[in-house]
């Protein structure tokens, strides 16, 4: 079992930054894939950011140029600096974790940070 807990969130102004972590224990399995998502209430969970094992980052068209995912493979943190918020990035960010075990891929999600962003 992986346990991923994220931290970092909070309030923040318009035009201020935050930088969230996402921890996840495994010390068996390999870390893949590590994934920022983002959901406001009765919306769609969507991907925020992603960052591979060897370090290849996409980004969703509304963050690039203001976040930054980058990790910690000697930790297994993934980390999400944020800069020049929105009040439109108002949302819980949820940390997805991809693990690789016995040839099969599996998903674990952290409980979710609040993140809000007053204009």
């Known amino acids: 079992q992986v346990q991923v807990v994220e931290s970092g969130g909070g309030l923040v102004q318009a035009g201020g930054s935050l930088r969230l972590s996402c921890a996840a224990s495994s010390s068996i399995f390999s870390i893949n894939t590590m994934e920022w998502y983002r959901q406001a209430p009765g919306k769609q969970r969507e991907l925020v950011a992603a960052i591979t094992s060897d370090g290849r980052t996409t980004y969703a068209d509304s963050v690039k140029g203001r976040f930054t995912i980058s990790r910690d493979n000697a930790k297994n943190t993934v980390y999400l600096q944020m800069n020049i918020l929105k009040p439109e990035d108002t949302d819980v960010y949820y940390c997805?974790?991809?693990?690789?075990?016995?040839?099969?891929?599996?998903?674990?999600w952290g409980q979710g940070t609040q993140v809000t962003v007053s204009s």
């Open positions: 997805r974790t991809l693990v690789g075990s016995g040839g099969n891929e599996y998903q674990y």
